[in-house]
């Protein structure tokens, strides 16, 4: 075996083993400015309950919930009967509205907004926060050739609109978890 060949075998040995035992060597990341762990506080978020025509809407604001405030580390996710702490939400309503238009009335620019009412309950279920007629809205383009890339722009904003109202309601509990 010549010398380059060599050279090439240890390295395709060597650097998958200095991988494997540096990722055992005990260093993670973590964000700065977060808690290491939740303290304790597990979290679960049920289907929040959906009042509109929109559908799928209370699925996908439970997972933005659940997702932000695990991932802030602010809570641990757990299932109904373990949870310390229950988050339930009502959306109560979605407003689709025209911001933009052009010269013959037609809207290029929508706005979609979303009002929730939130309760966070521990698990005597006494309420440890609550806030009502929680709103949020995100713009999207419309298309006046293709209304799929219509609806495609609404579930984009939709979906980005869960995400910031699940960031907003993770901030306003974050004031007031602190006591517990």
Request: net charge positive; with cysteine.
């Amino acid at each position: 075996m010549g010398r380059k060949a060599k050279g090439l075998l240890t390295a395709y040995i060597l650097i998958p083993a200095l991988i494997f035992f540096a990722g055992g060597c005990g260093y993670s990341f973590t964000v700065s400015g977060v808690q290491d762990d939740a303290s304790g506080r597990t979290l679960f978020v049920p289907v929040v309950e959906n009042q509109t025509a929109e559908s799928g809407l209370g699925v996908s604001l439970a997972d933005a919930f659940m997702e932000e405030l695990v991932r802030t580390r602010r809570f641990k996710s757990a299932g109904p009967e373990d949870a310390g702490f229950v988050l339930q939400a009502t959306v109560r309503s979605i407003h689709d509205e025209g911001l933009a238009r052009r010269t013959g009335g037609d809207a290029f620019t929508r706005r979609v907004r979303l009002i929730v009412d939130a309760r966070l309950s521990d698990a005597s279920a006494r309420v440890v926060w609550q806030e009502t007629g929680i709103s949020q809205y995100e713009d999207y383009v419309v298309s006046q050739t293709d209304i799929g890339l219509t609806r495609s722009a609404r579930q984009k904003a939709l979906m980005r609109l869960s995400e910031r109202l699940a960031r907003n309601v993770g901030d306003r509990i974050a004031t007031r978890i602190d006591d517990f």
